[in-house]
């Protein structure tokens, strides 16, 4: 996985970058390199973004999804969402609401905003 890392000094964020910075065409690479470490076909990779340094990862990926963006993105993504749950990805994907439920369940995670019934 490839994310920016915060600096924090003596339990204070600094506002600095520690390493490398994942710009627009890192999250293309990274989104690769996880495929190819993990056998998948790029064209059966899913990338979700919400601004212009994302294009390049979701034209790279089989899916690309563009989640509460700015319309550069949305433009180029294969779909869009404008919904305040992250989760609205899963049901694109296929995912019923009760297979969440049941995989939060598994992992212990309790809802904090109840979804209303389909």
């Known amino acids: ?4 890392e915060l600096e924090i000094v003596d339990g204070i964020l600094t506002g600095r970058v520690v390493g490398p910075i ?15 470490q993990f056998g998948v076909p790029m064209e059966q990779t899913v990338a979700v973004g919400d601004g212009a340094n994302d294009i390049d990862m ?5 899916l690309g999804i563009a989640f ?7 433009e ?12 609205t990805v899963l049901f694109l ?15 212990g995670v309790l809802r ?3 979804i209303p019934p389909d």
């Open 1 to 4: 996985m490839a994310a920016n």
């Open 22 to 36: 994942v710009d627009r065409p890192g999250k293309a690479t990274a989104l690769r390199d996880f495929a190819e």
């Open 112 to 114: 904090r905003v109840e």
């Open 76 to 87: 180029v993504a294969d779909a869009s969402l404008s919904h305040p749950y992250l989760d």
């Open 58 to 62: 979701l034209a790279a990926a089989g």
């Open 93 to 107: 994907l296929g995912v019923t609401r009760g297979e969440i439920e049941a995989a939060d369940a598994l992992d």
């Open 68 to 74: 509460n963006a700015k319309p550069a993105l949305r």
